[in-house]
């Protein structure tokens, strides 16, 4: 059962669903003040912490170790570049079948999947 959110866990889920890529918890911090938001960095980090425990974001760490973060749709599948964390999605469900049947022979209920395929996306690997 996924608990009510606090004030600073919206803010933060709220602006990661409205932004087009996936973003640092110092970008959040930043964004979060830009917009005269009060909240501490450590407050973000809790709220990233939480936000991904009940399934609701995902985080991606970069081969430079910055760990990145980005919604979590439910059913949702993405090819992840692991240079500037673009995630592409993937517009069908190749592990449908798989899931259905894992739920039944398990008797567990599967509320969603993801798939994540990583690598370097198109405009990476032409500057590598």
Partial sequence: MKEKLTRSQERVLHLLQHSDRAISAQDIYSELRN??????????????????????????????????????????????????????PIDFCPVHDLGSQLAKTHSFQIYYHTLEFFGLCSQCQQKS
């Fill in 35 to 88: 917009n005269e938001k009060s909240i501490g960095l450590a407050t973000v980090y809790r709220s990233l912490d939480i936000l991904k425990l009940q399934g609701l974001i995902k985080a991606l760490t970069l081969p430079n170790g910055e760990t990145v973060y980005s919604v979590m749709p439910a059913d949702k599948h993405h090819l992840n570049c692991l240079n500037c964390g673009k995630s592409l």
